[in-house]
Every structure is written in C-alpha cells, then in structure tokens.
C-alpha cells in the first residue's frame, strides 16, 4: 500500500517537469528532406531542431520565437526562417522639438510601432543571415489594415484569427505569406 502511495505521490511530483516540455508544429523542407520545429523546454529555454529522416541533423539551443511562431527550413537543411504573426511595438521615433520661430511638421513616413523586425533567416550556428522589417512590406496606407492590440500587433493573414491565406512552403522552396492589407510576398533561402 505505502509503495503504491509513493509511487503516485512520485507520478504527481514528477507531471510537472514533463508538462513543461511544449513542441512547435514540426514543418518539413520542400524536397521532404529536413524538418524543422521549435521546443520550449522550459520558461525562457528553447531549441531549435531541424531534422532528417534518419535521425536529427542540428540543434540550436536559442529561443528565435515561440512554438506558436512559424518555422521554415531550406532544402538542404542549412538555414532556417522564422516568421513571427505577433509582434511587440517598436518604440516610436521621437518628434524633434519644435523651436519658437518655425512650426515643425510632422514626419512623413511610418510610425515607429511599424519598424518591427517581422521575419529573420538564421544559419545553423543561430546567426542571423536576413531579416524583413513590416515596413519593407507594407506602405504607410496599407499600414491601417495591421491589428494593433495594448503592446504587440497583429499583421499576418491566415493566424491569429486574421482572414486568409496562412504562411506557406511552396514546391520550389519558396516562403510565400500575405501580409494584412498587402500582396503575397515571399522569403528566399
């Protein structure tokens, strides 16, 4: 009776650990070879895993987004896009004071919030090869269409309960994806 007890009080204590562990949705290389998927192991310790067929090919124990982001892997199995469909704000640009004499206008272009990093290659030593600012995407009108919540911004279509195409791999190892108010854009490896 006491060893069955222990035993349960054990599987109880022990659940916890394991319950920590959360896998990404693994997403496979356009010629079936690789696949790539994030692991949060615990809070604020991730690894990044591509893999093969036979077995794992690398890891990279960094957290480059969460298991919810989405995880593109080349074909030879070498570089890795992350693309991230919830964002923090940038911080605004400040406003140049205005002096007595002259009235300043305001400045033409985005606002801060949208000089976000929304998309980055990384190599498999985690460093970072290419990224893609939502302004390199999307022009100050179009701009309106991204969802802005308290401190972060919706401006994927296809996630997050946005309407339309989610981010894809196409048959010619292409990252295709449209960002709210925009074309269809793609990522190259």
Same mark, same amino acid.
């Given at each position: 009776m006491r060893r069955a007890a222990l035993a349960l009080v054990l599987m109880f204590? +022990? +659940? #916890? !650990?394991? !319950?920590?562990? &959360? /896998? $990404? =949705?693994?997403?496979? +290389? !356009?010629?079936g070879l690789y696949s790539v998927r994030m692991v949060e192991v615990a809070q604020g310790q991730c690894r990044l895993e591509? *893999?093969?067929e036979s077995g794992p090919a690398w890891s990279l124990p960094q957290c480059l987004g969460t298991v919810d982001d989405f995880y593109f892997v080349s074909n030879d199995g070498e570089r890795v896009w992350v693309v991230w469909p919830l964002v923090e704000k940038g911080k605004p640009v400040p406003e140049p004071r205005p002096s007595r004499k002259s009235k300043a206008k305001k400045p033409k272009g985005p606002p801060g919030w949208a000089r976000v990093?929304? !998309?980055?290659?990384? $190599? =498999?030593d985690g460093q970072r090869l290419q990224e893609k600012q939502l302004t390199e995407w999307l022009n100050t009108r179009q701009l309106s269409e991204v969802r802005q919540l308290t401190h972060h911004? /919706?401006?994927?279509e296809g996630t997050l309960g946005v309407?339309? /195409? $989610? #981010?894809?791999l196409t048959d010619a190892g292409v990252v295709e994806l449209e960002p709210v $108010?925009? *074309?269809? &854009?793609q990522l190259t490896f």
């Amino acid at each position: 009776m006491r060893r069955a007890a222990l035993a349960l009080v054990l599987m109880f204590l +022990s +659940s #916890p !650990a394991v !319950a920590e562990e &959360r /896998k $990404g =949705r693994a997403r496979v +290389s !356009a010629n079936g070879l690789y696949s790539v998927r994030m692991v949060e192991v615990a809070q604020g310790q991730c690894r990044l895993e591509v *893999t093969q067929e036979s077995g794992p090919a690398w890891s990279l124990p960094q957290c480059l987004g969460t298991v919810d982001d989405f995880y593109f892997v080349s074909n030879d199995g070498e570089r890795v896009w992350v693309v991230w469909p919830l964002v923090e704000k940038g911080k605004p640009v400040p406003e140049p004071r205005p002096s007595r004499k002259s009235k300043a206008k305001k400045p033409k272009g985005p606002p801060g919030w949208a000089r976000v990093v929304v !998309a980055a290659q990384y $190599g =498999r030593d985690g460093q970072r090869l290419q990224e893609k600012q939502l302004t390199e995407w999307l022009n100050t009108r179009q701009l309106s269409e991204v969802r802005q919540l308290t401190h972060h911004i /919706k401006w994927l279509e296809g996630t997050l309960g946005v309407p339309g /195409k $989610g #981010p894809r791999l196409t048959d010619a190892g292409v990252v295709e994806l449209e960002p709210v $108010g925009g *074309t269809t &854009r793609q990522l190259t490896f």
